[in-house]
């Protein structure tokens, strides 16, 4: 048996690698094409500096671990696919049946494999693809100046004992500065009690928040005679707040571009102050799965080495396994967003593709393998 998965391991390795390569490639020449319109701009903190085709590529190629991360459950569809087929289509596989790989022997052996490619998802998705988006961004961000997240910023919410604070952030500079910052106050009752708006700021080591160009509104909020508004203007204001350069880092990226462990911690916080994580909640089951869904694809491409097969007609089939593990892409993203609107359970919408196409795969593997 060690002869025997041996040879599957190293054909279905080699066949992934090439599969995966072709469409890092094919992905890397799009993104690349979507930088160029930027070559040649000057960089906002130093205009002597342009952004060049080298800066591009170094953009461009930290990229790759995320698309390495999306790209890995179609790429081993597809290998296993190639590799079985191909092994029937030369009557290997009967060979390798008769010398007493049978159908349960032949699952735990694609089990084992997927195993390991779940574990290289994970470790991409959860350690390598974090850090080198974070990379990304940060080196996109010193020539264009700062991080930002669309026309509405990134939005916090912190409760503190007499006080609660809805915090936007407009963006985020490459040297952890903050920019474009509004912080709306509110009392116990919900009335809003002050707003501030900061051109700039910084968050210091104690996590208290500086505030440069600040100009303040106090509202009346007792109730009683006419409303009055005091507008104060400060060069300076301090802000006492438990919100850190993690969390608005966190609140800036995209949710499928965390770490579980960042992405579980901000969940918890916008929990305890009361605002709906059902986005991030949704995302954080999808990084839990998506690695398991490399299991899935094993076994859904084990019944192709049970097929009978006609001079070139392998092609048919491997187009097929690329037919199917774009439709489980697809499959994968239309479901979160049907989650969040309808307000599914976070974990079943993010698990019901694995397990529409674990039941698939286990059918035919049943109907195919074992009772044919």
Not at 289 to 308: D, G, K, T
């Amino acid at each position: 048996m060690k002869t025997i998965r041996r040879l599957i391991y190293g054909e279905v390795f080699a066949a992934v690698f090439f599969v995966l390569l072709a469409f890092l490639s094919l992905f890397f020449f799009f993104d690349l094409v979507d930088e160029l319109p930027d070559v040649g701009k000057k960089s906002v903190l130093d205009p002597a500096r342009v952004y060049s085709l080298a800066d591009a590529l170094i953009y461009v190629a930290l990229l790759v671990p995320s698309r390495i991360y999306e790209l890995m459950p179609i790429a081993v569809l597809i290998g296993s696919v190639f590799v079985l087929a191909r092994l029937a289509q030369g009557s290997e596989y009967t060979i390798l049946r008769t010398s007493g790989l049978g159908p349960w022997r032949a699952l735990r052996t694609l089990l084992g494999l997927g195993s390991i490619f779940v574990l290289v998802t994970f470790a991409m998705g959860d350690y390598v693809a974090p850090f080198a988006d974070r990379v990304a961004q940060l080196h996109k961000a010193r020539f264009e100046g700062a991080i930002s997240l669309g026309q509405t910023g990134a939005w916090l919410k912190e409760r503190q004992p007499y006080s609660s604070f809805s915090v936007n952030v407009g963006s985020l500079s490459a040297e952890g500065g903050l920019g474009n910052v509004r912080i709306f106050e509110f009392n116990n009752q919900g009335t809003l009690v002050s707003t501030l708006r900061a051109k700039t700021g910084q968050i210091e080591a104690d996590d208290s928040w500086t505030l440069h160009q600040v100009e303040r509104r106090e509202f009346d909020a007792s109730g009683t005679g006419a409303a009055r508004v005091a507008r104060t203007q400060h060069d300076t204001f301090r802000w006492p707040s438990g919100i850190n350069t993690e969390m608005v880092a966190v609140a800036l990226l995209k949710p499928e571009r965390m770490r579980t462990t960042d992405l579980f911690a901000y969940i918890r916080h916008l929990q305890a102050n009361g605002q709906t994580a059902q986005r991030h909640e949704i995302e954080f089951w999808r990084k839990v799965f998506y690695p398991l869904s490399c299991l899935v694809m094993v076994v859904l491409a084990l019944p192709f080495a049970y097929l009978h097969f006609r001079s070139g007609s392998i092609t048919g089939y491997v187009f097929g396994g690329v037919m199917i593990g774009i439709s489980f892409f697809l499959l994968n993203n239309v479901f979160g967003y049907i989650g969040n609107l309808n307000q599914w359970r976070p974990w079943l919408a993010a698990a019901s593709p694995a397990l529409i196409y674990s039941v698939v795969s286990l059918g035919a593997f049943g109907w195919l393998v074992l009772r044919r």
